[in-house]
C-alpha cells in the first residue's frame, strides 16, 4: 500500500536534497569549520563512510537528521542536534509516550519538541521518513536489511552498521553518525567523557574487577529448556569489559565462529556455563522467571543459580533497555546498574 506514494516522495526528496547540496555550498562550508574541523579534516564535506551494506557520501553538511531502529537519535542529541524524525521506543518507555526517559530529559535540556516519531512495530515506515524531508539517516546501530538500506537511500544517504546488525558497538555509533552529521571531534569529546564516567563508576566497585559475567536472553519462565545468551558481538556483553568485568570462555567461544548476536544452548548442556561468575538478564515484575531457574532440575545445577549471583533486571523498564548501553542512557542508569552488578559479584565472590 505504501510504494506508489514511497516512489513519489523518495523522489522529491531527491529532488530537495540535491538543490540544498547545490544552493548552500558555501553556508556548508562555514558551518563545518565551526562545527569541529581540526586539522584532521573532522567536519569537512563530502564526508565518505564505509558499512556493512555499501557506501555513503554525505555531500553537504546536514540540516534536517533523521534516525532510525534502536538508538541512533541519542548521538546527535548528545551534540546538541535535534532530529527531525526518530524511531518511537518500543520497549523501557516509562509513561508510554514513544520516548525513552534518558532523550526525554535531553529534548527538555535542548528547549526542543519531541521529533516526529516513527513507528517500527511492522518496520520501517519509509513514508513517514520521507516526509520529514531529511538530508541523511542515521543507522549505524541497526538491523536494516538490504532491501531497507536501498529504499531509504532512495530518500537520503544513510549510514548503516559497520559489520553486523545489532552489534555495533557504543564508541562506533557515536564515530560513524557524529562523522556523518559533521561534528567527529565533538563525538570524540563525548565518548572520552562516558568513558571517564565508566572508569570513575566501576573503580567504586572494586569487586567487579576479573569476575566473568553473561548477559542471559530469550528465556521464558513458562520454559526454560533453552538458555539464551548474548554474544560478543552484542553491545551488552561487551560493555561488562568496560566494567572490569570479563567475558568467560563458554561465551567468547561460541562467539568466535559466528556473526549473530544472541546464541541458545541447550538447558542439558547447562554445565558448560559454570565458569560464569555473574549472570544477568532480562526478567520479570513478578519473580517467576527466577523462580523457573531456581526450581528447573537443570538450571538449577549451574553454579550462578546455587550461590544466587543473578541480577535480573526488572521487566520492560527503563533500567532493562539501558543495559543495552547508548550515549544518553550511559550516564542516566550507570550507578544502578554497576552497582546492582557488584552485589551479584559479592555473592561469587
Known sequence: MRTPRLRALALAAALLFGLTACGGESGDKDDSSSAGAGA???GRFPVTIKHALGTTEIPAKPQRVATVNWAND?????????????????????????????????LKELGAKTPVLFDETDGIDFEAVADTKPDVILASYSGLTKQDYETLSQIAPVVAYPEAAWATPWRDIIRLNSKAIGLADEGDELIADLEGQIEKTAAKYPQLKGKSAMFMTHVSSKNVSQVGFYTTHDTRTQFFTDLGLKIPASVSGPSASTKKFVLTKSAEHIDDFNDVDIITGYGDDTGELLKALKSDPLTSKLAAVKRDSLYLLPGSTPLATAANPTPLSIPYVLEDYVKALAEAADKAA
Do not use: Q, Y
Open 40 to 42: 584532521d579534516g573532522a
Open 74 to 106: 541519542e548521538v546527535p542529541l548528545a551534540l546538541g542536534v535535534v532530529p527531525v524524525g526518530m524511531a518511537r521506543a518500543n520497549f523501557g518507555d516509562d509513561d508510554a509516550d514513544g520516548v525513552l526517559p534518558w532523550v526525554e530529559k535531553r
